[in-house]
T-cell receptor, first 115, second 114 residues
């Protein structure tokens, strides 16, 4: 059973560019959340998608946007990249419901470096 | 706003010994979840243990157990019979009962020496 799959694993972008990160959730999971983990920090919640809509959002600017497809996979887009966007981006999937937090499965992340 | 604090940036333990990682949190909610996650060099966050705030009994998972003190807003993780494979970053996390958004602490790096 495949867990959460993220692509690419590493990425280098230039300041001002745009980037798209991809996530395939665990089989049976319909909710996808994205987290940003800066070096030496804990992950910070960016947003969550369910039924192809943004369900919750953390304290991130509008440069961060996302999308969820009918097959539950998701994309994270970041526009006008800043040096401070360099981080590990983690995707987590879960089955929505009262026990959804218990069901969180994380991917191995995409390491984004902005130069 | 809820916060999670881990005051130990690094801890070390000898193989087969016991180590305790500390975590405190702040919330005005009465119902919530607390978690310990392990992040090895592979970067994937792995759930170690979960505690529901309404349960007074401390959660245990094999060699891992917690000391949950609701009034003190403290949630420590005890690892017994430490193994080399336990070496990793450990993150304490909080979630409100009605949302599955996780709020993480800054982590504790655990080293295990043979």
């Amino acid at each position: 059973d495949a867990g959460v799959t993220q692509s690419p694993t590493h990425l280098i972008k230039t300041r001002g560019q745009q980037v798209t990160l991809r996530c395939s959730p665990k089989s049976g999971h319909d909710t996808v959340s994205w987290y940003q983990q800066a070096l030496g920090q804990g992950p910070q919640f960016i947003f969550q998608y369910y039924e192809e809509e943004e369900r919750q959002r953390g304290n991130f600017p509008d440069r961060f946007s996302g999308h969820q497809f009918p097959n539950y996979s998701s994309e994270l887009n970041v526009n006008a990249l800043l040096l401070g966007d360099s981080a590990l981006y983690l995707c987590a999937s879960s089955p929505l419901g009262p026990d959804s937090t218990h069901g969180y499965t994380f991917g191995s992340g995409t390491r984004l470096t902005v130069v | 706003a809820q916060t999670v604090t881990q005051s130990q940036p690094e801890m070390s333990v000898q193989e087969a010994e016991t180590v305790t990682l500390s975590c405190t949190y702040d919330t005005s909610e009465s119902d919530y979840y607390l978690f310990w996650y392990k992040q090895p060099p592979s970067r994937q966050m792995i759930l170690v243990i979960r505690q529901e705030a309404y349960k007074q009994q401390n959660a245990t998972e094999n060699r891992f157990s917690v000391n949950f003190q609701k009034a003190a807003k403290s949630f420590s993780l005890k690892i017994s019979d430490s193994q080399l494979g336990d070496a990793a970053m450990y993150f304490c996390a909080y979630s409100d009962y009605n949302t599955d958004k996780l709020i993480f602490g800054t982590g504790t790096r655990l080293q295990v020496f043979p």
